[in-house]
């Protein structure tokens, strides 16, 4: 069950963080012109630091959604940027999935989260089944441990019930828009990435334990 009081208190630390806003963006950059770097990932090593990774991808998670003002290109990257998947080109195309379109739907700690598990577990192979399996299985892992941590996979409700208090919907009007920056909307609204993010990563590191364990 979600732990509302603590979940407020980091909101709160989000609104007063003092954000390294052009460090922030130079690594973006670094990407955007490098392309995100392929890793071969020691899994000995990951599994000693797991703790340690979690940490930096949910601070990632946080930094490039508020950087880029998408929860869902927050929680993607950092996931891949960690473990060296995907391409820039998928940033791109998860402009519109915050509340799918802002329209009040999943939220895009979500969305991010399950593409890059889709990246880490898929296959380029159309009829690889086993790694389509694989995929579905570590979906429905996520969702429902980012429920548990959240209370909900639906923007409006975490909105309302951990961030503001109520449903701002930043994209219903100009007024509304503005009311969701004075009110610290894209600090605040880091914070569903960097718990999306931490539980993809922690998926993909519990496959590498299940592994090390055959």
């Not at 799918?100 to 979500?110: D, K, R, S």
Request: some cysteine; hydrophobic content about 40%.
């Amino acid at each position: 069950m979600a732990d509302y009081e603590a979940l407020k208190k980091k909101v709160q630390e989000l609104a007063e963080r003092v954000w390294d806003e052009p460090g922030i963006e130079a690594r973006f950059r670094k990407l955007v012109q490098e392309g995100i770097p392929g890793k071969i990932n020691n899994r000995d090593e990951i599994i000693s630091h797991k703790h340690e990774i979690l940490d930096r991808v949910q601070r990632l998670g946080e930094e490039y959604e508020y950087l880029s003002h998408s929860c869902a290109k927050g929680s993607a990257l950092a996931v891949m940027h960690e473990f060296g998947l995907g391409n820039m080109e998928i940033i791109k195309a998860l402009s519109p999935f915050p509340g799918l379109g802002m329209m009040g739907w999943i939220c895009g700690g979500v969305t991010g989260g399950l593409i890059a598990l889709g990246l880490y577990f898929g296959s380029d192979d159309l009829v690889n089944y086993e790694a389509t399996g694989l995929t579905m299985t570590a979906a429905r892992k996520f969702i429902p441990r980012f429920e548990e941590e959240v209370g909900t996979i639906l923007c409006p409700k975490i909105q309302e019930d951990v961030i503001f208090g109520r449903y701002m919907d930043p994209r219903g009007s100009q007024d509304n828009f503005e009311a969701f920056k004075r009110a610290k909307g894209y600090e605040k609204c880091a914070l569903p990435p960097g718990i999306g993010a931490r539980i993809a990563a922690g998926i993909i590191i519990e496959s590498m334990f299940d592994e090390y364990h055959l």
